[in-house]
């Protein structure tokens, strides 16, 4: 289910989805980068049991965003801006990017309850460079109770970055709520660019994005890359975008499996083999550098690049991503990218 930006939110009870499909595939010389940063994060406790906000989001205690209250992200000294953050896009000197698209949503009814009119709509701005609008061609609600109302919205901008290049960007205006619920605010951005230089190995690039809801109704979602010739032993890494992961709650998992191998359970040092979605933004098991602010637990949010090598041991011709989850709340996911050596 495809909303424009302008559509009024589901009505309470409807989970809307939209099944993952590809959005881009290449075989290049090059790679995946990808920026990404939270839009909300704690301001104090709101029960007597959670740790401190300082704790929390620093990762020295384990919190979700329903133990907080919880406030806008805003580091852009704009006063015309409720809400910023900013992260590096990293790219090898003289790539060229032949696609990028940015990944956008959060929590619309929290303590304040926001307008849905204004979920397909950003402001991005590249490293020195002003803030342009950006509007989405995909936006989805996803409305399960009446403090869970969340969104996610995505939208080309292969031209803004294919001009801009690598460096920090920053972006405002993410339609979020503050406030406090048992679910919890939530909210953050992710930029993901394919790139071609000549001086990386082939590899094969494929962009997946859809929005899957995870729960109690709903314990399982996978998606097949299909006619991708895999060699044995290839290298190879995915990402993941995801909403609404908490940390330090067990029963999830996310497996990366080719055609007549077994699955193999992704983890690393930061997102544990049961808890992957745990509000993370990390680079194969370590926090991603180049973000302001740079928390370690976004309480909400995870844009995590894994390691995935193990998966493509023997080879094979296509590739499945599969989630599940054990727990009531679940998690969304938002989008997948792949980039794995070409078979010759």
């Not at 995909?138 to 996610?152: E, F, I, K, L």
Request: negative net charge; aromatic residues 6%.
């Amino acid at each position: 289910m495809t909303l424009p930006p302008t559509a009024a939110a589901p009505a309470p009870g409807e989970a809307p989805r939209v099944p993952f499909a590809e959005r881009y595939r290449a075989t290049l010389h090059g790679g995946v980068a990808r920026a990404a940063n939270s839009a909300a994060t704690c301001l104090e406790p709101a029960t007597a049991a959670a740790p401190s906000c300082a704790a929390a989001r620093g990762g020295t205690a384990t919190g979700d965003n329903g133990d907080y209250e919880m406030t806008y992200v805003d580091v852009d000294d704009d006063p015309n801006t409720y809400n910023s953050s900013r992260a590096e896009l990293r790219l090898p000197a003289g790539a060229r990017v032949t696609h990028a698209r940015l990944y956008w949503g959060g929590n619309l009814r929290v303590g304040e309850q926001k307008d849905p009119q204004d979920n397909g709509r950003v402001l991005l701005a590249e490293e020195g460079g002003r803030y342009k609008e950006v509007l989405a061609d995909t936006v989805v609600g996803h409305r399960r109770t009446d403090v869970m109302d969340g969104y996610s919205a995505s939208a080309d901008v292969t031209h803004i970055v294919a001009h801009s290049g690598g460096g920090t960007y920053t972006v405002g205006q993410l339609n979020v709520a503050k406030g406090h619920s048992a679910a919890g605010a939530w909210g953050g951005w992710t930029l993901v660019a394919a790139y071609e230089h000549p001086d990386e190995p082939l590899r094969h690039v494929v962009l997946v994005d859809g929005y899957e809801p995870l729960h109690s109704a709903r314990r399982s979602v996978g998606h097949t890359v299909r006619n991708l010739p895999v060699a044995p032993g290839a290298t190879g890494s995915a990402g993941v975008v995801a909403y609404d992961g908490d940390r330090g709650r067990s029963g999830e998992a996310m497996t990366v499996r080719v055609e007549g191998s077994p699955a193999y359970r992704v983890r690393d040092a930061a997102n544990p083999a049961d808890d992957p979605f745990n509000s993370t933004i990390t680079d194969h098991g370590r926090p991603t550098t180049g973000r302001l602010p740079s928390y370690p637990n976004t309480l909400g949010y995870d844009s995590d690049v894994h390691g995935v090598t193990p998966a493509f041991a023997r080879g094979g011709d296509s590739v499945t991503f599969r989630f599940t989850t054990t727990r009531s709340e679940g998690y969304q996911v938002g989008a997948l990218f792949l980039q794995v050596d070409a078979r010759r």
